[in-house]
Nanobody, 127 residues
Framework: QLQLVESGGGLVQPGGSLRLSCAAS??????????LGWFRQAPGKEREAVACISGSSSSINYADSVKGRFTISRDNALNTVYLQMNSLRPEDTADYFCAAKFSMYSPDCPRDNMNTWGKGTLVTVSA
């Protein structure tokens, strides 16, 4: 069984930066082939996709709201996916989750088809 654990959240001022990490453990044998995604959920709102990266990192997609500010990357040797967040805004405040989709053939990260989720890390952007 695959487990995902996020870290790196915290309180940051508007305009600041944070780097989130998501470390995988357990059944990671095929993880390098699976797309990994970052999602977020603000209080009272639905969980939304933030960024997705394919196994080889050849396919990367971002939500329009974070394009140009956030960067997703992965290190398959370390079984870890990252989310570098720059120019943070108060509206970026949310719980951030990473997730994996057990598919070697489809590089996307549809929220309702992700197979394993972490428990999340809270990001608060406030002065």
């Amino acid at each position: 069984q695959l487990q995902l654990v996020e870290s790196g959240g915290g309180l940051v001022q508007p305009g600041g930066s944070l780097r989130l990490s998501c470390a995988a453990s357990g059944d990671t044998l095929d993880l390098e082939y699976y797309p990994l995604g970052w999602f977020r959920q603000a209080p009272g709102k639905e969980r939304e996709a933030v960024a997705c990266i394919s196994g080889s990192s050849s396919s990367i997609n971002y939500a329009d709201s974070v394009k140009g500010r956030f960067t997703i990357s992965r290190d398959n040797a370390l079984n870890t996916v990252y989310l570098q967040m720059n120019s943070l805004r108060p509206e970026d405040t949310a719980d951030y989750f990473c997730a994996a989709k057990f598919s070697m053939y489809s590089p996307d990260c549809p929220r309702d088809n992700m197979n394993t989720w972490g428990k999340g890390t809270l990001v608060t952007v406030s002065a």
